[in-house]
């Protein structure tokens, strides 16, 4: 186990190295410097402006520096906002999208598996149909029409909720449904889909034969099998919701870390947009690992140490 | 097989409990920087207006701006709306824009103007004091000047101090701190010395980049601006507290020489960067003031509590004179007089806004009293048939037989896109001219217009100081602000004398010779000018909104 943990943690690095010298190309590809404005400027201030974050400097020298810069995990100040660095606006972001996140994952991942147990044993039935039309409208809806539209009724309308921000429990509830819907289809759909598959599966038959309670069957034998195909896209669901969603952010004004991924880019703010990519791979690369290690948890057939590093 | 239950059950618990301790530090966080600003709503939680209401206060609840946290509270740095709306309110310069939207005593008391228009002699006021107490001195303007000019600091606001002598040698590096004309020749007399006379000094002194910096705050703590804590001002309202990305709570500021004047207890800045949120924000009762949503303006934009004021900008079409066919004059005329604006304005943009006949918009006022824009009058009109006959005229000139072909090129966006399209059809339909549109991500757009790599693309302006030579300027020859390869010595001799001439008539008809020239040529296409449109609830008002310059919450009051 020790041992294939080092291997991965060495090709996390590599992976991390490769991704972030993509990123710097792709950085410097791009045309465009975060110091465009629309408003009144010269050569001077401009001049200034470059030097000032060593923007004039040979590509080489400003990749060193950025590889210096994640090593040190210091990835400097922002561009767009001089008096916060980069950890400043990760540190302040992060607990908040990863809060709103994890809040998502419970209530999407328990409400999806029940739906989906339930869709898959009354299967063909009343209840089926029922869950499952709604999985079609959660998949189908996007998420930021969903939240308009709660905000609409719930808000606006039936004053019930809080429009945005987030401040406290109630203001939660909203954005969580609306971030929820979707990701908890795509479990319920996939719960079911596989437990139908596993159901059929000779021991199961073998299971009821034995004469066991229909209850100890779903959950000891066939969900646990059934629970394969969600694990696996947990990894990246997980990581996706945990560091923000900069649609739902912005809809409810959640301070978290998601408009960060795109306003970087679209403001040129270099350290920003290393610090996201750093963040967010390492995070990825963590969550992918776990999600290797709950298989062999989850189906002891799976040996990590044999296939490690595939 | 329990073993199974087993983990499925730690999973569960394991992970409320991470939700449960990361809803705890951020829950401890905001009380700690609550707890730093004494006697502040309490908590982040339930902050809503019936509290603040229940203790008689007025509270002003306001969205800033877009909705998006300032740059940076530092004069120098913050150059944008985000920024200066704000610290506008929190700050005052030596001159502030009064109620008629014009330069009026801030700071200093009153001056003194040497006859050459070189010299400004500026008497401090005896009780200008910062919120920490200390009096507000010469020297904090020397300070807050020169770090503003200091390459160093790199200021994007640095190039409007070039007017004072010795600025943009300082800026460039080939001067020094100590040539800048600035000097404190006692604590309460500065003396500023300009590089040549320019009329309209006053005003740009009002802008946010010229306010003063606590200089003894500042040499302890170059980061004084960055959190509420350390902040120190010297406007009507102090900052209370700075949830960074969150909201800022600005407070009554007692130490402000016309602290009487002022009417709100507080004023509450949201950071809500969505149209459509702010505004059920709004309709919900938890903010004062709102825009309208642009799909919702048709239904809202006559309704009572709408404010639509002038705004100094104009959405513009540059040509690329060194790219074919717009180097012909009678070409790019022809272009000019093919555009419907009052459709434009009325039926795409909406929202209230003024079709643009002339560059210069509305609310410039020339020393006779009269608006610069109806004394020059409409430089450009809607003429299918001129334009027809104009592009006939260009033709012959170059012997084309047919147009080269020819793209039009906007920044992504919604508005950029209509505006567009309705352009490329007005084309099709007044000049038989078929143009093809292209758009680019802002950056790049704004790196290829630099370049000039683009034949025919939109341009915006928004005037940073209260004088038509703000835009003019910017068409000088090799102006950085150029952008469409344009050069004259006679539009270059215009703009100098525009801003030097010392004899204010004689500058503003140079002025206006300079705008009619640059309507002749033709070298950009005014669209329309940009207008302020914002929601107020029942009960607000005394908001100065400048045609130029940040809004001004002073004299606000809320019922």
């Known amino acids: 186990m020790l041992r294939y943990t080092l291997k991965r943690l060495l090709i996390a690095f590599i992976t991390l190295w490769i991704i972030i010298s993509i990123t710097f190309l792709l950085m410097i590809s791009v045309p465009g410097s975060p110091f465009n404005t629309d408003k009144t400027s010269n050569e001077t201030v401009q001049a200034n402006l470059e030097a000032h974050y060593n923007l004039d400097e040979p590509y080489f020298i400003q990749y060193v520096l950025y590889l210096k810069s994640i090593a040190t995990f210091d990835f400097g100040p922002s561009i767009k906002q001089p008096n916060q660095t980069v950890n400043d606006l990760l540190g302040r972001g992060f607990p908040i999208s990863f809060e709103l996140g994890m809040i998502t994952i419970v209530v999407a991942v328990i409400s999806g598996i029940t739906l989906g147990i339930f869709s898959a044993l009354k299967h063909n039935g009343i209840i089926d149909y029922l869950a499952m039309g709604f ?20 808000a ?9 921000t987030w401040a406290s429990p109630s203001h939660m509830v909203l954005p969580v449904l609306a971030l929820a819907t979707g990701p908890m289809a795509i479990i319920a759909r996939l719960t079911r889909s596989t437990m139908l598959e596993v159901l059929t599966q000779d021991y199961i038959k073998m299971a009821r034969a034995k ?100 | 097989m329990k073993k199974f239950l087993l983990l499925l059950l730690s999973m569960v618990i394991a992970v409320v409990l ?21 006697g502040t709503e309490e908590g982040t939680e339930g902050s809503t207006e019936k509290q603040s209401d229940a203790a008689g206060e007025k509270v002003l609840y306001l969205n800033n701006g877009i909705g998006i946290e300032p740059t940076s509270f530092d004069p120098s740095i913050g150059f944008d709306q985000a920024s200066w709306e704000p610290l506008n309110n929190l700050m005052e310069g030596l001159t502030r824009l009064d109620q008629d939207s014009e330069a009026g005593p801030g700071v200093a008391e009153k001056w003194d103007v040497s006859e050459d228009g070189l010299t400004y002699t500026f008497h401090l006021r005896e009780d200008a004091k ?47 701190a100590d040539e800048v004309g600035v000097t404190a020749v006692d604590e309460k007399t500065l003396e500023v ?39 120190v001002g010297n406007g009507p309202f102090i900052l209370e507290s700075w949830d960074h990305d969150v909201e800022m709570i600005f407070a009554k500021n007692p130490e402000y020489w016309d602290a009487d004047a002022v009417k709100l207890d507080k004023v509450h800045f949201s950071m809500i960067n969505d149209t459509n949120t702010q505004y059920q924000m709004f309709e919900s009762g938890d903010l004062d003031v709102a825009v309208i949503p642009p799909e919702m303006s048709d239904q809202l934009i006559d309704g009572e509590n709408v404010f639509i004021g002038p705004y100094g900008g104009l959405e513009f079409y540059r040509f690329n004179t060194t790219m074919e066919p717009f180097q012909n004059k009678k070409i790019r005329q022809a272009f000019a007089y093919a555009i419907n604006r009052e459709d434009i304005a009325e039926f795409v943009v909406k929202n209230g806004v003024e079709p643009a006949y002339g560059f210069i918009s509305p609310g410039f006022t020339t020393p006779t009293g009269e608006d610069f824009r109806d004394v020059n009058g409409d430089l450009v009109s809607f003429d ?53 549109l292209e758009n680019q991500e802002w950056s790049v757009f704004a790196d290829a217009q630099q370049n000039l790599e683009l034949q025919f693309s939109r341009s915006s302006f928004i005037n940073d100081y ?81 045609p130029v310059g940040y809004f001004d919450l002073k004299y606000a009051d809320k019922e």
């Open chain 1, 156 to 164: 606006v309308d039936y004053s019930i909720f809080p429009v945005a």
């Open chain 2, 466 to 546: 209260n004088d038509p030579v703000n835009f003019l300027e910017s068409f000088v020859t090799d102006s950085y602000m150029n952008r469409t390869g344009f050069s004259s010595e006679e539009y270059d001799e215009l703009i100098t004398n525009g801003k030097t001439e010392t004899d204010e008539e004689a500058r503003w008809e140079y002025l206006s010779e300079a705008e009619k020239m640059l309507a002749d040529e033709m070298i950009a296409i005014p669209i329309r000018y940009y207008n302020t449109v914002v929601l107020e609830a029942d009960g607000v008002s005394g908001i100065l909104r400048h």
């Open chain 1, 211 to 310: 004469g066991l309670s229909p209850w100890k069957i779903t959950i000891k034998h066939a969900l646990r099998n059934a629970l394969m195909p969600v694990v696996t896209i947990m990894g990246t669901l997980l990581a996706a919701i945990l560091t923000g969603t900069f649609v739902i952010e912005q809809i409810f004004a959640i301070p978290g870390m998601g408009k960060y991924f795109v306003e970087s880019i679209n403001q040129r703010d270099y350290p920003v947009i290393m610090g996201t990519t750093v963040f967010y791979s390492a995070f990825l690369i963590l969550m992918l690992f776990l999600v290797d290690i709950v298989y062999g948890l989850l189906d002891p057939r799976i040996k990590l140490h044999k296939k490690g590093g595939k």
């Open chain 2, 130 to 176: 910062w919120s920490n107490g200390d009096p507000v001195v010469a020297e904090d303007f020397v300070f807050a000047w020169k770090h503003m000019l200091d390459p160093n600091t790199a200021s994007s606001a640095a190039f409007l101090a070039y007017f004072i002598k010795g600025a943009e040698e300082y800026n460039s590096g080939d001067g020094s």
């Open chain 2, 384 to 436: 299918p048939d001129l334009a027809k006959q104009l592009l006939q005229e260009g033709m012959e000139e170059e012997g084309y037989d047919e147009l080269p072909p020819i793209t039009l090129t906007y920044s992504t966006g919604d508005l950029n896109k209509a505006v567009a399209e309705t352009l490329q059809d007005m084309f099709i339909q007044n000049l038989d001219v078929e143009v093809t």
């Open chain 1, 135 to 154: 999985a079609v409208l959660g998949i189908s809806i996007p998420n930021f029409i969903l939240a308009t539209l709660l905000i609409q009724k719930l």
């Open chain 2, 18 to 38: 991470v939700a449960c301790t990361t809803g705890e530090e951020a829950g401890t966080e905001t009380e700690e920087s609550d707890s730093t600003n004494e």
């Open chain 2, 193 to 231: 010395v300009l590089a040549q006379p320019t009329g309209f000094f006053l005003d740009v002194l009002t802008n946010p980049a010229f306010f003063p910096i606590n200089h003894k705050v500042a040499e302890e703590n170059p980061d004084w601006h960055a959190e509420a804590d350390t902040f």
